[in-house]
């Protein structure tokens, strides 16, 4: 991930038309964002402690000393900055680690922190003394991951830990500055940063729907899988089971044979991902059904074999469901997983992927699915030296899907071939759209991009791949595509008809996501 620094974001927004279903000021425009993906962290300037890129995180060892990472505009006004942050050790109780905003230098600044006495505290530091404008207890254990994030509206502040506001104040002593990673005496590390605008904040997007009553009655798969996933039934055929429990959940997706499984209202899962077995359709009833805390695994656990097994993970539709907070994943397939259909989901916030595919996995496809307000999207293929599980696998089909404002892997692909891309909607991708890399074939067509920095690229990072860009729409203030190589057509495998690009925006945002089906 290069990380961005948009001058032309606020013009670029007074542009945007304003018939886009579902959109409101709070993702106007990105001004900054960096995930650390690669290596480095070129735009920080630095004063204490010791810093280093590890893991693709930000990380400052040491607990001796009061640290700063600053980077952004002086001249940034009203804005949120946010970033994901985990506490390693603390020197002592009062210690801290948090974001800082309108820094006007490294003692001058508004801070939202956590503290090793299981806090978290609304800061102003005004030649290096610091205030505390508000306090909330919410409790901060070392090695557990918080989104934090400070907003700064005029004299308006307000910090949120995982979405929730929890403290809030009045303050006029700064009025502009940039944005800083604080860790004052403690260890931390911190990824996923940006800077948002927007006159309002939208409604948090980790909190979980409201909740429908118990279920009654059945559910059933709307429609057929198209693409790649051509075929797939899911759990047709065998028993219908409702759940709106976490225990009911996992030990319906657990279970032997075809299942439909009908989920009401939002389950909160623990931490972790949980195995779906083979023809299960996992679908939400109504327009409230969700997943929140945990995230589904579909595919056996990982090894080295370079071969499908025999009882690979096959058949598995998911429909119909909101996911928030995932702890790993929202979705993720692999290991060999084929014959699984993604369709009319809407994802956000979760800690790495929303859906990955990787590990051989084949035969899948996204469509319809809502993306928003989270950074790392969709990841097809595990990374640069794994093709002997890749090469030959890995072909999927995206369609008719919303990618709202998500900066990165819309998706990002490697050795997948061909990866059809098509009739999607790319709206203000800061970084890229779609990446074609380490030798993947991609087909990307018919697809509608909006304000989109690198539309297609087959040359992102790493080893370059193949792609091949035809009758997509570019709008705004979209780049160009930048593609080479021949690819393997799609329609070797399967028939398909493209709709009219021009139109693709329409149709999706108002087709795409839950209680659509």
């Known amino acids: 991930m290069r990380r961005r620094l948009s001058v032309l974001a606020a013009a670029a927004v007074l542009a945007l038309p304003l018939s886009v279903v579902g959109m409101n000021l709070a993702h106007a425009a990105t001004l900054f964002s960096d995930t650390f993906d690669d290596g480095n962290a070129d735009g920080w300037s630095k004063s204490g402690g010791s810093w280093s890129v590890v893991g693709g995180a930000y990380r400052q060892s040491s607990t001796g000393a009061a640290a700063k990472a600053l980077a952004g505009s002086t001249s940034w006004t009203d804005y949120t900055v946010s970033a994901r942050v985990t506490p390693i050790a603390f020197g002592a ?26 806090s978290a505290q609304l800061q102003r530091v005004s030649g290096g003394g610091v205030t505390a404008l508000g306090t909330a207890v919410v409790g901060v254990t070392p090695g557990t991951t918080y989104t934090l994030g400070l907003r700064v509206a005029g004299g308006a502040l307000s910090g949120s830990v995982n979405g929730a506001t929890v403290v809030s104040a009045t303050d006029g002593t700064f009025g502009s500055g940039r944005i800083g990673l604080v860790a004052s005496y403690a260890s931390a590390t911190f990824d996923n940063v940006s800077v948002d605008t927007g006159a309002a904040p939208d409604p948090d997007p980790t909190t979980p729907p409201p909740t429908d009553p118990p279920p009654t009655g059945t559910c059933r798969v709307s429609g057929t899988a198209s693409g790649f996933a051509t075929g797939t039934t899911g759990g047709a055929g065998g028993p219908t089971v409702a759940v709106d429990t976490a225990a009911e959940l996992l030990g319906a997706i657990a279970r032997s044979g075809p299942v439909t499984i009908c989920v009401s209202g939002t389950i909160t899962l623990p931490a972790g991902m949980y195995d779906v077995a083979s023809d299960k ?20 656990p990982v090894s080295d074999i370079t071969s499908p097994p025999a009882d690979a993970v096959h058949n598995v539709i998911v429909q119909n469901l909101s996911f928030r907070g995932a702890s790993d994943d929202s979705i993720n397939v692999q290991m060999f997983a084929h014959h699984v259909w993604i369709d009319h989901n809407d994802l956000a916030q979760g800690y790495d992927g929303l859906i990955d595919i990787k590990r051989g996995s084949s035969y899948v496809t996204v469509s319809w699915n809502h993306t928003h307000h989270h950074t790392k999207n969709m990841l097809l293929g595990h990374d640069d030296s794994n093709g002997a599980q890749d090469v030959g696998r890995l072909k999927v089909s995206y369609h008719h899907n919303w990618f709202d404002a998500t900066p990165q892997r819309n998706p990002r692909v490697r050795f997948g071939e061909p990866v059809h891309v098509y009739n999607n909607y790319f709206f203000y991708n800061t970084d890229t759209g779609v990446a074609c890399q380490a030798d993947a074939g991609c087909v990307v067509e018919g697809n509608y991009f909006e304000n989109v920095e690198e539309p297609v690229t087959n040359s992102y990072a790493g080893p370059r791949g193949r792609c091949v860009s035809r009758g997509n729409v570019f709008a705004g203030e979209s780049g160009a595509a930048v593609c080479s190589g021949s690819v393997q057509e799609p329609s070797a495998y399967y028939a398909y008809t493209l709709d009219d690009a021009s139109a693709v925006k329409a149709l999706v945002t108002a087709g795409a996501g839950v209680g659509k089906v």
């Not at 210690?95 to 299981?118: D, P």
């Not at 359709?281 to 995230?295: D, E, F, L, M």
Request: aromatic share 4%; glycine share 28%.
């Open 93 to 118: 109780s009062g210690r801290s680690v948090g974001v800082a905003a309108r820094v006007q230098t490294s003692t001058n600044y508004y801070a939202l922190v956590l503290t090793g006495g299981g």
């Open 281 to 300: 359709s996992i679908v939400g009833v109504g327009s409230t059904a969700g997943i929140t805390g945990g995230g589904l695994n579909i595919g056996g």
